[in-house]
């Protein structure tokens, strides 16, 4: 059971243009969703998150978009840049005292330049 | 500022043999500690997670288990590793909602 699932494999953006990465849930009880970038054989890095009460944070050129209603989070970054190149998860948190991350498979992401 | 290390980097092992990889976090007290494995193209699978000193939950049924002998220290461990434990197994910490990652090991088993 895929209870977070990101559609799209790859994602091919020009440089300086918008990027938008989705991502859907299937659980109503996430609380808590929060995007990680990966370079190859890398741990993920932190990038941003959303609490599942607000519907919009902004951290520079990154902007998390969460609708609840219809299950949907995405991460927007603008401008693109050739060092965004790399494999973006949504993960969404569930259950109390350990923070239990459910994880997408994962965009990848190339910038052209 | 808190960091995490996982050693080794990579590692080749033959089928049947054991496995012990380390993880330790510095800065930070009484973290919550995870283990994940990333098999080729997929996501990241939890595979274990404590909340203490030898408090260990696991996710999945498998061939591998996890120890916690010290607060900032998880180990995970094989008896006897299977072809299928092959994959990037990451360590990761947190206090609150986000989980910070090590960076990881390769496991090749032959």
């Known amino acids: 059971d895929q209870q977070v699932k990101q559609n799209s494999p790859s994602l091919s953006v020009q440089e300086g243009r918008i990027s938008i990465l989705n991502c859907d849930y299937t659980?109503?009880?996430?609380?808590?969703f929060l995007w990680y970038k990966k370079y190859p054989a890398e741990g993920p890095t932190f990038l941003i998150s959303?609490?599942?009460?607000?519907d919009k944070n902004e951290d520079g050129r990154f902007t998390v978009f969460l609708n609840k209603s219809a299950k949907h989070l995405s991460l927007h970054i603008v401008p693109s840049q050739p060092g965004d190149s790399a494999v973006y998860f949504c993960?969404?948190?569930?259950?109390?005292?350990?923070?239990?991350?459910?994880f997408g498979q994962g965009t990848r992401l190339t910038i052209n330049p | 500022s808190q960091t995490i290390h996982q050693w080794p980097a990579t590692l080749v092992q033959p089928v049947g043999s054991p496995l012990s990889l380390e993880c330790t976090v510095e800065?930070?007290?009484?973290?919550?500690l995870y283990w994940y494995r990333q098999a080729a193209g997929r996501g990241l699978q939890l595979l274990f997670y404590?909340?203490?000193?030898?408090?260990i939950s696991s996710e999945v049924p498998q061939n591998l288990s996890a120890s916690r002998p010290q607060d900032r220290q998880f180990i995970l461990s094989s008896k006897k590793l299977l072809l299928s434990d092959s994959g990037f197994y990451l360590c990761?910490?947190?206090?609150?909602?986000?989980?910070?990652f090590g960076p990881g090991t390769r496991l090749t088993v032959l």
């Open positions: 990761a910490w947190s206090v609150s909602y986000t989980q910070y």
């Open positions: 659980n109503s009880m996430f609380d808590y």
């Open positions: 959303i609490s599942s009460i607000k």
């Open positions: 993960a969404a948190s569930v259950g109390q005292g350990a923070q239990k991350l459910v």
């Open positions: 800065g930070t007290s009484n973290p919550n």
């Open positions: 404590s909340v203490g000193i030898g408090q």
